[in-house]
């Protein structure tokens, strides 16, 4: 395993982690099976927004002794009503909810407390202005939750929670469709058909500048949808109609600024199986560009992926990561000191460059490598 801090949280989580979808409908032996495995391959972070009484109870059982050692992201305002799971901005039900979500993990914390998606600007400000970001401070203060987080999908909202200094760790939508989409209140036009018809050229500025805050922040994102519900695995249902696999669907995600973690959402052992992949794959493997270039209708152009395809570069360069920090150096009118940092901490920098453009040539999104390295020299000084 691959482990990352979640940003200004400080937890140390496993890059590949859980969401708990997969775990919907399995008996307390089926959760114990794959819990076991899962933790045996040093995935210690576990995501859990369903409020399914029975699902919490085997999570909890399956966790019974090893608690300390892992890390549980679990839900505020996800509730459990006449049989199914419901969001609320109802305190004395969301209260409820968590006291009984620690009961059945047989616990009395979870690290991270994340208030259930907002994805409107007016539920932003319902959350944020009233009493449920309170609370959730409030059992901040209290230990029960040790730092506070917000999911969503809409990159408008996300910001505003980033902006406000109130939130740790971003649960947020990351694969390399909706990178493209404009954001939106309604989650369903994420995908809806209509959204892709038509050609989309490279990404969204909104969901660009809001990895690039989260990063300058220090606000840790964890992803969510990161197979976009399975289809981009499928060449049939992929809107780029080409399939990635798990691990370059994983490695798009994990290469995004401010990403620590996926929770991947795994059905069985097999899943998890093809997740942990991630950590073994070779440089080749793992090179997502080759799903994203030579597209007529979705292109990416001059812009860099950080997808790793240029590498390698014989003056030890780590074009990606270069181009990362210079990204979020230009954003700023000053450099932040933690962009600095982070940038002096590579092994060769910039100013190593030689010019001699073989970078450029193995680069399928046309980025004038060469340039950027000048600018980012010129910028860092170094
Ligand atoms: S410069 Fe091009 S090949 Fe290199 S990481 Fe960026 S997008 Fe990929
Ligand atoms: S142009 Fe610079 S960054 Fe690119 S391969 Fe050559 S030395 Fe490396």
């Known amino acids: 395993m691959i482990y990352r801090t979640l940003g200004r949280s400080g937890l140390e989580v496993g890059a590949i982690a859980l969401g708990c979808e997969g775990f919907a409908g399995k008996t307390s032996g089926e959760a114990r099976e794959m ?4 933790i045996g391959n040093g995935i210690n972070f576990i995501d859990i927004y369903s409020s399914d009484p029975d699902l919490r109870t085997a999570l909890g059982d399956s966790l019974r002794g090893r608690r300390s050692s892992f890390v549980i992201q679990g839900h505020l305002c996800s509730v459990w009503k006449n049989g199914q799971y419901e969001r609320s901005r109802d305190l004395a039900e969301t209260k409820a909810a968590f006291d009984d979500l620690l009961r059945r993990l047989g616990t009395d914390y979870v690290d991270v407390g994340m208030i259930h998606y907002i994805d409107a600007v007016d539920d932003f400000h319902a959350v944020f202005d009233g009493e ?40 947020f939508s990351v694969n390399p469709c909706y990178d493209m989409q404009p954001p939106d209140e309604d989650v369903e036009m994420l995908w809806a058909e209509e959204r892709y018809a038509k050609a989309l050229h490279n990404f969204n500025a909104e969901r660009e500048a809001l990895y690039e805050l989260c990063e300058r922040e220090n606000v840790g994102i964890d992803v969510m949808k990161v197979y976009a519900g399975g289809d981009l695995l499928k060449a049939d249902q ?57 597209l007529e209708k979705f292109t990416w152009s001059g812009h860099c992926m950080y997808c790793g395809h240029c590498a390698p570069c014989p003056a030890g360069i780590r074009v990606a990561d270069v181009n990362k920090y210079l990204n979020l150096a230009r954003a700023r009118r000053e450099i932040p000191e ?25 680069c399928p999104f046309h980025v004038p490598i060469r340039k950027e390295m000048k600018a980012a020299s010129g910028l860092f000084g170094f």
Request: glycine letters at 6%; charged letters at 20%; aromatic letters at 6%.
């Open 35 to 38: 819990m076991d495995f899962a």
């Open 132 to 171: 449920i970001l309170a609370y959730a401070k409030e059992l901040r203060a209290q230990g029960r939750i040790r730092s506070v987080g917000i999911s969503s999908h809409n990159p408008v909202v996300a910001r505003m929670a980033v902006e406000s200094g109130a939130v740790d760790v971003l649960m």
């Open 238 to 294: 992929s809107p780029f109609g080409r399939a990635f696999t798990p691990v370059q669907a994983l490695n798009y995600a994990l290469t995004r600024p401010a990403v620590a973690a996926v929770m991947a959402g795994c059905r069985s052992v097999s899943e998890i199986e093809c997740a942990l992949a991630w950590c073994t794959a070779s440089e080749e493997e793992k090179d997502y560009s080759r799903v994203l270039s030579g």
């Open 338 to 362: 933690t962009v600095r940092e982070h940038y002096k901490l590579l092994a060769r920098h910039a100013s190593d460059c030689l010019h001699c453009g073989q970078c450029e040539k193995r």
